[in-house]
């Protein structure tokens, strides 16, 4: 059965850094031609798109250029977001999010398979 789990939330001073770490087992999860993604849901509001890693590339949602990086590990089968100069607005459940490979920039379309999300909160 296929299972993504995150881990590497937590609280951190503003300014600070966390990496983030998604593990992806079972079945099409261990395939290397999956689109993967981050996205986020901050208290009281939508889930939204954070970055994504597919063929095409990398993409980002404008507030976190320059601030955050993602990345995939092939042979471990884990998709990472290293998060660089937090601000408490960065503060949110993160999702890590997989579909099978698109032609869609990973900020479009559906995901079809997701974890239960790690908190980060960023506050003084």
């Known amino acids: 059965q296929e299972k993504l789990a995150e881990s590497g939330g937590g609280l951190v001073q503003p300014g600070g850094s966390l990496r983030l770490f998604c593990l992806a087992s079972?079945?099409?999860?261990?395939?290397?031609?999956?689109?993967w993604a981050w996205f986020r849901q901050a208290p009281g509001k939508d889930r939204v798109f954070v970055a994504g890693?597919?063929?095409?590339?990398?993409t980002y949602e404008d507030s976190v250029k320059g601030r955050f990086i993602i990345s995939r590990s092939n042979s471990h089968n884990t998709v990472h977001l290293q998060m660089n100069n937090l601000k408490p607005e960065d503060t949110a459940v993160y999702y890590c999010?997989?579909?099978?490979?698109?032609?869609?920039?990973?900020?479009?379309?559906?995901?079809?398979?997701w974890g239960q999300g790690t908190h980060v909160t960023v506050s003084s």
């Open positions: 079972g079945g099409i999860l261990e395939s290397t031609t999956m689109d």
């Open positions: 890693i597919t063929w095409r590339g990398l």
């Open positions: 999010a997989a579909r099978p490979r698109t032609s869609l920039s990973s900020e479009i379309g559906n995901y079809d398979y």
